[in-house]
């Protein structure tokens, strides 16, 4: 199974910053990748699909890049309802895998 | 517009099943697989296993091999998840999902398991 390694596990942002979270797979996954949000109580929210095509009603302060094994999900300018935690999902190959995610805060 | 609409919430016993379903609605079944997803209080988001109704394949995580069955049912538009043997590390929520460039979810089905 391709195993996805994300980074870091929590960070804490004030309003305003700019936020980079990792995700590196176990092999090439071309671009095979999607990020999303998740708040308590909701379902997955798909932020970014394809490794760097924006979801339609998606502000365009989140942002994706990468291709292969490694992957950023940028936050330009973090936004009081950003805070939440994120996860990027590998549909490349089966078994799909996610993350481990990554919980912003507040600092 | 695609639409996955799960089943109720549920409660079980520790040692017994539980079978979700997934109704989806504008989307053409067999062109697409389905995915099954679950988030357990306070943990991330884990892949439970797949479907393709077009090739009637499953993929599963190793983790809950044996343990889950998922089918689906053309006639009804609607794809099911099995899992058995339950324990209180299963309550979670479940989701469905139609996988394609976009996936869209389903609503979640909390799925609460005592013993």
């Known amino acids: 199974a391709i195993q996805m390694t994300q980074s870091p596990s929590s960070l804490s942002a004030s309003i305003g910053d700019r936020v980079s979270i990792t995700c590196r797979a176990s092999q090439d996954i071309r671009n095979d990748l999607a990020w999303y949000q998740l708040k308590p109580g909701k379902a997955p929210e798909l932020l970014i699909y394809g490794a760097s095509n924006l979801q339609g009603g998606v502000p365009s302060r989140f942002s994706g890049a990468g291709s292969g094994t490694d992957f950023t999900l940028t936050i330009t300018s973090l936004q009081p309802e950003d805070f939440a935690s994120y996860y990027c999902l590998q549909d490349h190959t089966y078994p799909r895998t996610f993350g481990q995610g990554t919980k912003v805060e507040v600092k | 517009q695609v639409q996955l609409v799960q089943s109720g919430a549920e409660v079980r016993k520790s040692g017994s099943s539980v079978k979700v379903s997934c109704k989806a609605s504008g989307v053409t079944f067999n062109s697409f697989a389905f995915s099954w997803v679950r988030q357990a209080p306070g943990q991330g988001l884990e892949w439970v296993g797949g479907i393709i109704p077009l090739f009637g394949k499953t993929n599963y995580a190793q983790k809950f091999q044996g343990r889950v069955t998922i089918t689906a049912d053309e006639s009804a538009s609607t794809v099911y998840m099995h899992l058995s043997s339950l324990t209180s590390d299963d309550t979670a929520v479940y989701y469905c999902?139609?996988?394609?460039?976009?996936?869209?979810w389903g609503q979640g089905t909390p799925v609460t398991v005592s013993s």
């Open positions: 999902a139609r996988e394609a460039s976009i996936w869209r």
